[in-house]
């Protein structure tokens, strides 16, 4: 499968910015999806997975109530709608796919990531 990450862009703090991720290839509702960022100087961190069909959603603690995940099968997309953006959240932010939500979350050896989009939040 091929991720290509998009909607990245310099917001103000308290706006709102929604990512989308095109999946191609292999059959894209077989994967859960989600979604990693690495700040600037920091390590990769994942932000929130979402499952194969859709009905079960997972979110870092720094992220959770602010951000959310969602999945169009019939489109092969993924959507990242972050809102109440803090500085912290500035970051590139990565589109990854897995065979489970576990190995997404845990950025498993075999889960596929896409180039990243660049988030920027300005204080």
């Known amino acids: 499968v091929q991720l290509q990450a998009s909607g990245g862009g310099l917001v103000q703090a308290g706006g709102s910015l929604r990512l989308s991720c095109a999946a191609s290839?292999?059959?894209?509702?077989?994967?859960?999806m989600g979604w990693f960022r690495q700040p600037p100087g920091k390590e990769r961190e994942f932000v929130a997975a979402i499952s194969s069909g859709g009905g079960s959603t997972s979110f870092a603690d720094s992220v959770k109530g602010r951000f959310a995940i969602s999945r169009d099968n019939a489109k092969n997309m993924v959507y990242l709608e972050m809102n109440r953006l803090e500085p912290e959240d500035t970051a590139v932010y990565y589109c990854?796919?897995?065979?489970?939500?576990?190995?997404?979350?845990?950025?498993?050896?075999?889960?596929?990531w896409g180039p990243g989009t660049l988030v920027t939040v300005s204080s």
């Open positions: 990854v796919a897995g065979e489970s939500s576990r190995h997404v979350r845990t950025g498993a050896p075999n889960v596929k």
């Open positions: 290839g292999r059959t894209v509702s077989n994967y859960a």
